[in-house]
């Protein structure tokens, strides 16, 4: 897996751990946080934040466009402030700007286009993207801790193929498959992060300074 520096973000490491709902990627990124301490600093999903911190959520096309445009901009934001306040450590982002395109109502258009941006461009904000396969496409239940989640095995399923046929365009895209075994699911995801991590900290050191 080879990696080379993308100078359309401050940022030299940044990861995008992303998947349908039910997948583990957020328990994958708090052991590694865990396991790997200061070397890493994380970006909290921003949706899950804002709907349990009182953001409002309706299924009305209307309400969908506006969540989803306030999701894309916290979570913009809430990367390049990390990424300015840790300049040197690798950023683990649960989930990332294109995440909304996935949640974004059809009959509104292009989601990128609404935002002023493209697809490719949110891309290249990562240096690489660890996809994250939602249980539900095994079958297997989506039950878990995090309260904002709603959606029932058919739409988990439907969202984790929309969210792959966006995310799948990064060159560096890598995806952890559903298993039975949540336990091997999680090993091998965090056997993943473990290698990109390397290869980008091995970059670090052999490439130069970073981007202003």
């Keep these: 897996?080879?990696?080379?520096?993308?100078?359309?973000?401050?940022?030299?490491?940044?990861?995008?751990?992303?998947g349908g709902p039910g997948g583990g990627k957020t328990t994958a990124i708090d052991l590694f946080r865990r396991e790997m301490g200061e070397g890493v600093v994380i970006v909290p999903?921003?949706?899950?934040?804002?709907?349990?911190?009182g953001f409002p959520r309706y299924p009305e096309a209307?309400?969908?466009?506006?969540?989803?445009?306030?999701?894309?901009?916290?979570?913009?934001?809430?990367?390049?402030?990390?990424?300015?306040?840790?300049?040197?450590?690798?950023?683990?982002?649960d989930r990332g700007t294109?995440?909304?395109?996935?949640?974004?109502p059809e009959r509104d258009g292009d989601f990128f286009e609404r935002l002023g941006t493209t697809l490719e461009q949110e891309l290249a904000r990562y240096d690489g993207v660890i996809f994250f396969e939602s249980a539900a496409v095994g079958g297997l239940g989506i039950e878990g801790g995090n309260p904002a989640r709603r959606e029932t095995l058919a739409e988990a399923v439907a969202l984790d193929g929309k969210l792959r046929s966006f995310w799948s365009r990064h060159e560096r895209f890598v995806v952890v498959h559903h298993n039975l075994s949540f336990f091997k699911k999680i090993s091998i995801g965090l056997a993943v992060l473990d290698e990109m991590v390397v290869e980008l900290r091995r970059l670090g050191k052999t490439d130069g300074a970073e981007n202003p």
């Design 98 to 104: 294109v995440d909304g395109a996935a949640y974004w």
């Design 45 to 53: 999903e921003a949706a899950t934040m804002m709907f349990t911190g």
């Design 1 to 18: 897996m080879a990696f080379k520096h993308t100078p359309n973000h401050p940022h030299r490491c940044r990861i995008a751990v992303t």
């Design 62 to 93: 209307e309400a969908v466009r506006s969540a989803q445009v306030a999701i894309y901009h916290v979570q913009r934001n809430l990367e390049d402030i990390q990424a300015t306040r840790y300049p040197d450590r690798i950023l683990l982002c």
